[in-house]
């Protein structure tokens, strides 16, 4: 075989996290891989799975190496979101600190070993256990970006967000934001919701993976592939509660709405009151929404992804 494939796990902060490791017979890129980030996305990890198993019948030229499931702890634990050691997010520790919590450290540990000498990086996650979700792929503003955006493209999910840091900017801290920094092109590529795993949302992943491999140039395109035409959406605004309740939206992720429509409510626990009337604030589409009712004061309602 032409492709050889390991598998072995890496001290990432103290976690035995599983590794996959593929390399071609001809020299190429670098692609590092990465799913699990937030412990209850299984779509992503599972296209991510499944992908590294089909890459040992093919000739590659370049390397891959992958990282199916990262954060053990949350994984273990079912926790949604958070590291359950210290409660924080991981996707906005990067690129980490080895002096700070177990998230802190763990982004530092996947910083340092598996982004930095990348020559492309993906991270695959999708809605979380509590998120409705349309597939759409991020990439961050940087001297890489021209090559994130063909890599966000090549994903071929329907949206494509650019983010610039700044006060617009709905997340920071991410895996993509830190390699933008050092100038390794980097995508977070979303498919798949709720902590289910579909098998839409997972052959979306293993086909992105695939286009992404071919754009690079490490592998051959597949001949079904087809031809990505995404949506590119030049504004991700988050939408928060003032006070916590009962939310309830009235749109669905992919559906239009315009600039001033009712996208949900919030009421009091005994369904008595309305506490919030939440209004889209410019014409766009929701790209995820929180699918659970109980949310707290100043808590995250939904992604407007703005055309
Ligand atoms: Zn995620």
């Given at each position: 075989?032409?492709?050889?494939?390991?598998?072995?796990?890496?001290?990432?902060?103290?976690?035995?996290?599983?590794?996959?490791?593929?390399?071609?017979?001809?020299?190429?890129?670098?692609?590092?891989?990465?799913?699990?980030?937030?412990g209850c996305?299984?779509?992503?990890?599972?296209?991510?799975?499944?992908?590294?198993?089909?890459?040992?019948?093919?000739?590659?030229?370049?390397?891959?190496?992958?990282?199916?499931?990262?954060?053990?702890?949350?994984?273990?634990?079912?926790?949604p979101?958070?590291?359950?050691?210290?409660?924080?997010?991981?996707?906005?520790?990067?690129?980490?600190d080895?002096?700070?919590?177990?998230?802190?450290?763990?982004?530092?540990?996947?910083?340092?070993?598996?982004?930095?000498?990348?020559?492309?990086?993906?991270?695959?996650?999708?809605?979380?256990?509590?998120?409705?979700?349309?597939?759409?792929?991020?990439?961050?503003?940087?001297?890489?970006?021209?090559?994130?955006?063909?890599?966000?493209?090549?994903?071929?999910?329907?949206?494509?967000?650019?983010?610039?840091?700044?006060?617009?900017?709905?997340v920071?801290?991410?895996t993509?934001s830190?390699?933008?920094?050092?100038?390794?092109?980097?995508?977070?590529?979303?498919?798949?919701?709720?902590?289910?795993?579909?098998?839409?949302?997972?052959?979306r992943?293993?086909?992105?993976?695939?286009?992404?491999?071919?754009?690079?140039?490490?592998?051959?395109?597949?001949?079904?592939?087809?031809?990505?035409?995404?949506?590119?959406?030049?504004?991700?605004?988050?939408?928060?509660?003032?006070?916590?309740?009962?939310?309830?939206?009235?749109?669905?992720?992919?559906?239009?709405?315009?600039?001033?429509?009712?996208?949900?409510?919030?009421?009091?626990?005994?369904?008595?009151?309305?506490?919030?009337?939440?209004?889209?604030?410019?014409?766009?589409?929701?790209?995820?929404?929180?699918?659970?009712?109980?949310?707290?004061?100043?808590?995250?309602?939904?992604?407007?992804?703005?055309?």
């Amino acid at each position: 075989m032409a492709t050889k494939v390991t598998r072995r796990t890496i001290d990432l902060a103290g976690l035995d996290v599983p590794l996959v490791e593929a390399s071609g017979s001809e020299d190429g890129p670098l692609l590092t891989v990465v799913a699990g980030v937030h412990g209850c996305e299984y779509a992503s990890m599972d296209g991510v799975r499944r992908w590294t198993r089909s890459l040992e019948s093919r000739e590659l030229r370049g390397r891959v190496r992958a990282v199916p499931v990262l954060n053990l702890p949350a994984f273990h634990g079912r926790t949604p979101f958070a590291v359950p050691d210290d409660g924080k997010n991981l996707n906005r520790c990067f690129p980490g600190d080895p002096a700070g919590t177990l998230a802190d450290r763990l982004a530092y540990a996947v910083f340092t070993q598996l982004i930095t000498g990348s020559d492309a990086l993906i991270d695959a996650h999708c809605g979380d256990m509590v998120e409705a979700l349309e597939p759409f792929a991020i990439y961050d503003a940087g001297p890489s970006e021209a090559r994130a955006r063909e890599m966000a493209t090549a994903y071929g999910l329907p949206y494509v967000i650019r983010q610039e840091p700044g006060p617009d900017r709905a997340v920071g801290g991410t895996t993509s934001s830190s390699a933008a920094e050092i100038g390794i092109p980097a995508i977070i590529a979303e498919s798949g919701e709720c902590g289910l795993v579909q098998e839409e949302a997972v052959a979306r992943h293993v086909r992105g993976l695939d286009g992404v491999l071919a754009l690079l140039g490490i592998a051959d395109r597949p001949e079904d592939a087809p031809e990505p035409s995404p949506t590119y959406l030049s504004r991700f605004t988050w939408m928060r509660s003032e006070r916590g309740g009962w939310w309830a939206p009235t749109v669905r992720t992919g559906e239009q709405v315009r600039e001033g429509q009712v996208i949900g409510t919030i009421t009091t626990l005994d369904g008595s009151q309305v506490l919030e009337t939440i209004t889209a604030p410019a014409d766009g589409v929701p790209i995820f929404i929180t699918s659970s009712p109980a949310v707290a004061d100043d808590g995250l309602l939904l992604g407007l992804g703005v055309v």
